[in-house]
């Protein structure tokens, strides 16, 4: 992780503060209670750091009211003109999100960043293979990860040159090796914040495996300090799947966890739907616990005792454990119920 920071809102980024999950608004931000009503389901699934659109003026007014009820620091995503960067700095944002390359030109970019160091506003340099400069066009056909970190290195030179350091950088594309490789070697080249992502990963299933590839291996690795699963569809899922990347590399606990068997010829229960039901029912619940749902004695037994709670599986009924202790055989028809009760008696402690 980086040894530098930077502050969106009150959410740290960087020098060791956990990593963050965000997400992007597929909202039209001109629509100010559409956007604000997503921002809100977003925050009630753990989203902690918001980015919304900004196309033109018209987003920018919105923009004002959306920051001012948002219940999450609002990051401007910006393309095109440095007045809209500049005129989101003013309406309240917390971060901007540009790509120096098409803000038109250096001159355009210092008004930007004079504008976001007047207010305390961090910025991130976002570079995507698919929207590299020109002159870095050549260099990709043949070195693309060359070509993606050596323009965020240019724009890094670039900030630092205009005494601007309030800044983390991203480097994305849609290739997942192109996406590791290049933030390795950015990471060892800056100590300023990275945020992670795979740029149009996919929908919900292949975009998930794709992202928690591409930033699961380099969080592995101690790289990265806030990331974005970018997914076709409910941004909700983006966040679910962020949390999950997380937790299985022990970095963060949101909510509760669950394990559950991939079935075989053994199993003699239901497992697919068990482990379907109680993943819907732990939606509900806030609090960190795990979660086994296991199909028969082989591994059933071990997993269980290791999870906070667990179902392990016979012949038509299953055994429910808890803090580790098997605790009563139940009907293969009542595992469920049985389960959540045991979760309920910790819940009311």
């Known amino acids: 992780m980086s040894k530098r920071h930077v ?62 009820e948002s219940p999450l620091p609002v990051i401007a995503d910006v393309h095109f003109k440095a007045k809209l960067a500049i005129g989101s700095i003013a309406a309240g944002a917390a971060g901007l999100r540009i790509n120096p390359g098409n803000i038109g030109g250096r001159n355009k970019v210092e008004s930007v960043v004079d504008a976001a160091r007047a207010a305390g506003v961090p910025v991130r340099i976002g570079v995507n293979a698919g929207s590299l400069p020109k002159d870095m066009l050549k260099l990709a056909e043949g070195e693309p990860v060359r070509a993606l970190v050596e323009t965020v290195i240019g724009y890094v030179n670039l900030f630092e040159d205009l005494g601007f350091e309030d800044f983390k950088v991203s480097a994305k594309s849609s290739s997942v090796l192109e996406t590791i490789d290049a933030n390795l070697e950015i990471a060892r080249r800056i100590d300023y914040p990275i945020h992670l992502g795979v740029t149009e990963a996919g929908t919900r299933w292949t975009g998930s495996i794709r992202s928690a590839v591409g930033i699961g291996s380099l969080l592995a690795q101690g790289v990265g300090d806030t990331i974005r699963v970018s997914l076709t569809g409910d941004p909700i899922e983006e966040v679910r799947a962020g949390y999950e990347i997380l937790r299985s590399l022990g970095l963060r606990e949101h909510g509760p966890g669950m394990i559950s068997c991939p079935t075989c010829g053994r199993t003699e229960i239901d497992v697919e739907a068990i482990a379907l039901e109680v993943e819907r029912r732990l939606e509900d619940y806030d609090s960190s616990f795990e979660v086994a749902v296991m199909g028969c004695v082989v591994n059933g037994p071990g997993e269980a005792r290791r999870a906070d709670f667990g179902i392990a599986g016979g012949k038509g009924e299953g055994l429910i454990f808890a803090r580790g202790e098997p605790l009563r055989k139940v009907a293969a028809d009542e595992l469920v119920d049985a389960l959540f009760a045991e979760i309920e008696k910790t819940q009311k402690e």
């Open 7 to 68: 502050n969106i809102g009150n959410v740290a980024v960087g020098g060791g503060a956990p990593v963050t999950v965000q997400s992007m608004t597929n909202t039209d931000t001109r629509d100010v209670e559409a956007t604000l009503s997503q921002i809100r389901s977003l925050a009630a699934y753990g989203c902690e750091i918001i980015r919304v659109a900004v196309p033109d003026d018209a987003a920018v007014e919105s923009l004002a009211g959306i920051v001012a």
